[in-house]
């Protein structure tokens, strides 16, 4: 269970109504110390606001992490729409509605907050979102926009997936290594593929069977979403929405390592040091899925062509392999040593120091 803290450690918190939706909008600002906080726009059902709230001030502190930690001179925030309990995707004149509302409650934030795409939303959203503010990130390139982050978050997470292999095996050749990928969205269907080309021995799992030709397409295993965790891999990768790796399930992994683009994978902060106590190396979350702001903040804001983005990209791999060479170091959970170094670079900000 979550303890709740004495005062408030986010800059600021907006919940409104929106006036053409009717739904509540939450918008987290959690730090704006490097620059002007940056995260995308979740849209999904909740068993209430309250929930959307708490899922907002969880996702808006780990931006502000991945940002430091990905060398962006920005913050971390968040917003969310709230639907209720089993809630359809809104379409249409209301999807419409619903952005433009979000739009809105981005601007009245005056720059302190830039919006992106997030689970439940995409580029052409954003476009929605941009015709009420300019603090929107990954329009579609017709709108002038760097598009579908997607693709980045998968190259990232495989820059990542081949670190954590050459921390834990020596090379970075995942070739006959055993990698389980819970998800096949845009992410982890491009993740998968990737991995299949360079000749990893997939496992893989959705709770959407449809998606089950993907896995027959590139010759990988398919298992129920529930066995991937507890099946023997040499490497597990969780690419669907976060909070799967409870206590129990901790208890229960039969793997060398975990790494994986899904936000906020740990259901609660003890569960790093369940881990690192059984040797299960846990690449922390907030790294491996950055490739996504570093490519929107290279193409969008600092103009520069694609194959500068991918470098930048790459880069992710580099980063973590530092944080495990910091916790293997002082024998900590690479949480600790992760968070350790994003502290000591937004507290730097505060001290004049420039962020690269
Ligand atoms: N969903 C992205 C993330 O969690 C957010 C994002 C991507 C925001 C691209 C802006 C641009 O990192």
């Given at each position: 269970a979550m303890v709740e803290a004495a005062a408030l450690e986010h800059e600021r918190v907006v919940v409104t109504r929106g006036r053409r939706s009717g739904r509540t909008v939450v918008?987290?600002?959690?730090?704006?110390?490097?620059?002007?906080?940056?995260?995308?726009?979740?849209?999904?059902?909740?068993?209430?606001?309250?929930?959307?709230?708490?899922?907002?001030?969880?996702?808006?502190?780990?931006?502000?992490?991945?940002?430091?930690?990905?060398?962006?001179?920005?913050?971390?925030?968040?917003?969310?729409?709230?639907?209720?309990?089993?809630?359809?995707?809104?379409a249409g004149a209301d999807r419409e509605a619903l952005m433009?509302?979000?739009?809105?409650?981005?601007?009245?934030?005056?720059?302190?907050?830039?919006?992106?795409?997030?689970?439940?939303?995409?580029?052409?959203?954003?476009?929605?979102?941009?015709?009420?503010?300019?603090?929107?990130f990954c329009r579609t390139s017709a709108a002038g926009g760097s598009g579908d982050s997607g693709p980045a978050t998968a190259d990232g997470t495989v820059a990542a997936v081949r670190a954590l292999a050459a921390h834990l095996f020596g090379t970075d050749d995942v070739a006959g290594l055993r990698i389980g990928v819970l998800g096949l969205g845009s992410v982890g269907g491009r993740l998968v593929r990737t991995l299949a080309a360079a000749g990893a021995d997939l496992v893989v799992a959705d709770a959407d069977p449809g998606r089950r030709?993907?896995?027959?397409?590139?010759?990988?295993?398919?298992?129920?979403?529930?066995?991937?965790?507890?099946?023997?891999?040499?490497?597990?990768?969780?690419?669907?929405?976060?909070?799967?790796?409870?206590?129990?399930?901790?208890?229960?992994?039969?793997?060398?390592?975990?790494?994986?683009?899904?936000?906020?994978?740990l259901a609660g902060e003890e569960v790093a040091t369940t881990l690192h106590r059984?040797?299960?190396?846990?690449?922390?979350?907030?790294?491996?899925?950055a490739g996504g702001i570093v490519r929107a903040v290279a193409r969008e804001l600092d103009a520069q062509p694609e194959s500068v983005a991918a470098e930048r990209v790459a880069g992710i791999g580099t980063t973590l392999a530092a944080v495990l060479r910091d916790a293997a170091a002082a024998d900590v959970p690479p949480h600790q040593a992760a968070l350790t170094r994003a502290r000591a670079i937004v507290a730097g900000a505060g001290a004049g120091a420039g962020a690269g």
């Open positions: 918008v987290a600002v959690h730090s704006t110390a490097l620059g002007p906080a940056l995260g995308g726009c979740r849209v999904r059902p909740y068993a209430g606001w309250r929930a959307g709230v708490a899922d907002a001030l969880r996702l808006s502190q780990a931006m502000t992490w991945k940002a430091a930690l990905a060398g962006l001179a920005r913050g971390g925030g968040k917003a969310v729409v709230v639907l209720p309990p089993g809630a359809a995707a809104p433009l509302d979000v739009g809105d409650a981005v601007a009245d934030l005056r720059g302190a907050y830039w919006t992106g795409p997030d689970v439940g939303t995409g580029p052409a959203d954003m476009d929605v979102v941009g015709r009420r503010t300019d603090h929107v030709v993907l896995a027959g397409e590139v010759g990988a295993r398919w298992v129920a979403p529930d066995l991937l965790p507890v099946t023997d891999l040499d490497l597990l990768v969780p690419a669907a929405v976060g909070g799967l790796l409870t206590p129990e399930l901790a208890g229960r992994l039969r793997c060398a390592g975990v790494v994986g683009p899904a936000n906020n994978q059984r040797g299960v190396v846990w690449a922390p979350d907030y790294v491996v899925s």
